[in-house]
Structures are given as C-alpha cells and as structure tokens.
C-alpha cells in the first residue's frame, strides 16, 4: 500500500464560524486570522493505492461552481486535484473508488463537473465507483434547512443517476470494522448525519483521515467545536471519544482542513487530550 497527500485546493472561512462560542482570543492563538476574520483552511485529500484499486477519500469543491459562489472562500494558493494527481502519475480517470466522509460541498464537489458543451453534469471520476452511506445520503437529499446550502444537488444528485453509486454498511454501534474497501470506519454524528472516519492500516501505523470531527490542531480542546455542527454536544462527546483511543493507539491523524499542520498525534494531559508531535505527509508516507 502507498499513501499519497492530494491538496485540492485551499481556502477561508470565517473564524468564529469554525470556533463556535470560543472567543477570537483564544482561538487566533493556533488559528490567526487575516482582516476579514478569515483563516487559512485546505482541502487535503488522501489517495490510496492498494493493489489494483486507487482509492481516493473527498476530493474538494470542485470547479463547476459560478465566480461567485468561489468569491466567498478566497481560494489562494496554486493547488487543484488534477495537478496534484500528476505531481505522483495519476490521472482522475485512474480512480477506482471515491470514498466521501460526507456530502457537504467542500468534500464532494469535485466528484461531478460539467459535461462537455454545459448542459448537464457528468461524474469527474468516470471509471469509479462513489462511496457514501444510505443513512447520510437520506439526510443530504433531504436536508435541513440549516444543511442545505452545504448539500448542492448537482454534487450529489448524478451520482446516483451515474450508476456509480455505492453505499457501505453502517454499524449498530460507531465502528465498521473492515469496510468494503478494506479499512475500518468510525462514524459520528454531531457535525452531520453519519459522517464516516476513514482508519487505514499502513505499515506500522494507523491513519486516521479526520475529516470535520478534528478540521485543525486548533480544536482539539473538547469544547472547540464548529459553529457548522448541527449537534455541537455530540460533536464534543464523539471527539472525547476518538481523541482518547487515538492517545491510547497512538493513531496518526490526517488533517484535511489544517493549511499548516498535516498529520499529528496527541497525548493524554492533565488538561485532557492535546497535541504531542506534529508531521508532514512526507515524513509519514516517504513520498
């Protein structure tokens, strides 16, 4: 198996949306913000390749929305999916399986583009299959009325009318063990209806792909919770949870929305789980 780091693209979002009730100056310490309130985030995927199957976990906004629509996250930097397959010698058409924690449009939107002349959409993986849940994908095509700017028809709906649609398993309790694309998934409910962390073996290590229940090193504090979640409680018990076993496991945490931090660990504190060691990809995954 090996790992490689896919950036899709970074971006801003306001600060006190992703802190919730913790006050700005608490938060800018890990976080700064620019003079809009806005801080650095990123869409960090990761692609597996595992024998015959290229699996590729979230994939970003996307391209196919209007100059507008981008106008409010001020995307900097030079990095996009395609160039960042190409950067190890992988074309989107290579993927096999897309694997997506949840369907807010910042983690699927580069799943469907536009078709050649514009009249409709297409999937952007052609030969892959997408991975989501039933349970999730009720409440994405249903949503609420707090979700629903997150949930953009046109990034999920053609995925099902593609055929390449495909759901995994959803456990009685938080943790499917052996997924059908062959690692482990927790499921956690309190940012979105079950939203699934990856947990991959590799090597010696475990990585854990974070998603939205840890965006940056600056919310491991249990209270630091996006004002985004529908269910901030739960978000908090759910984090005390993960962040216990990944302190007892010493699990790798693969940070998607962190722009300066890309794998971590933590530790067990007398103020609670807080960071130990701080990595990049590169260390982790030799590439």
């Given at each position: 198996?090996?790992?490689?780091?896919?950036?899709t693209?970074?971006?801003?979002?306001?600060?006190?949306?992703?802190?919730?009730?913790?006050?700005?100056?608490?938060?800018?310490?890990?976080?700064?913000?620019?003079?809009?309130?806005?801080?650095?985030?990123?869409?960090?995927?990761?692609?597996?390749?595992?024998?015959?199957?290229?699996?590729?976990?979230d994939?970003?906004?996307?391209n196919?929305?209007?100059?507008?629509?981008?106008?409010?996250?001020?995307?900097?930097g030079?990095f996009?999916?395609?160039s960042?397959?190409?950067?190890?010698g992988?074309?989107?058409?290579?993927?096999?399986?897309?694997?997506?924690?949840?369907?807010?449009f910042?983690?699927?939107?580069?799943?469907?583009?536009?078709?050649?002349?514009?009249?409709g959409?297409e999937?952007?993986f052609?030969?892959?299959?997408?991975?989501?849940?039933e349970?999730?994908?009720?409440?994405?095509?249903?949503?609420?009325r707090r979700?629903?700017?997150?949930f953009?028809?046109?990034?999920?709906?053609?995925?099902?009318?593609?055929?390449?649609?495909?759901?995994?398993?959803?456990?009685?309790?938080?943790?499917?063990?052996?997924?059908?694309?062959?690692?482990?998934i927790?499921?956690?409910?309190?940012?979105?209806?079950?939203?699934?962390?990856?947990?991959?073996?590799?090597?010696?290590?475990?990585?854990?792909?974070?998603?939205?229940?840890l965006p940056?090193?600056?919310?491991?504090?249990?209270?630091?919770?996006?004002?985004?979640?529908?269910?901030?409680l739960?978000?908090?018990?759910e984090?005390?949870?993960?962040?216990?076993?990944?302190?007892?496991k010493?699990?790798?945490?693969f940070?998607?929305?962190?722009a300066?931090?890309?794998?971590?660990?933590v530790?067990?504190?007398?103020?609670?789980?807080?960071?130990?060691?701080?990595f990049?990809?590169?260390?982790?995954?030799?590439?």
């Amino acid at each position: 198996m090996t790992l490689y780091p896919i950036n899709t693209g970074n971006f801003k979002l306001d600060g006190g949306a992703m802190f919730g009730v913790v006050p700005k100056s608490i938060w800018q310490r890990t976080n700064p913000s620019d003079a809009n309130n806005m801080i650095d985030l990123s869409a960090r995927c990761l692609l597996i390749e595992d024998g015959d199957r290229l699996i590729l976990i979230d994939n970003g906004m996307g391209n196919k929305q209007s100059d507008k629509f981008f106008g409010y996250y001020y995307m900097w930097g030079d990095f996009n999916l395609d160039s960042s397959l190409k950067q190890y010698g992988f074309h989107r058409d290579d993927i096999t399986d897309v694997f997506l924690t949840h369907l807010h449009f910042d983690h699927c939107g580069g799943s469907i583009q536009w078709n050649k002349d514009k009249t409709g959409y297409e999937p952007a993986f052609k030969n892959a299959h997408f991975w989501t849940n039933e349970d999730h994908w009720q409440w994405a095509t249903q949503p609420n009325r707090r979700e629903k700017a997150s949930f953009l028809k046109e990034n999920i709906l053609p995925m099902e009318e593609s055929g390449q649609l495909k759901f995994t398993a959803v456990p009685e309790n938080d943790l499917l063990k052996n997924s059908a694309l062959g690692f482990d998934i927790f499921f956690a409910n309190g940012h979105t209806d079950k939203q699934m962390i990856p947990m991959i073996r590799y090597q010696d290590k475990t990585i854990a792909f974070m998603a939205d229940l840890l965006p940056t090193v600056g919310h491991i504090p249990l209270p630091y919770v996006m004002g985004y979640d529908t269910r901030p409680l739960l978000t908090m018990n759910e984090k005390e949870k993960f962040l216990n076993m990944a302190a007892d496991k010493n699990l790798y945490l693969f940070l998607e929305h962190d722009a300066h931090n890309e794998i971590i660990t933590v530790q067990h504190t007398e103020k609670g789980v807080r960071l130990k060691d701080t990595f990049t990809t590169r260390q982790i995954f030799n590439n």
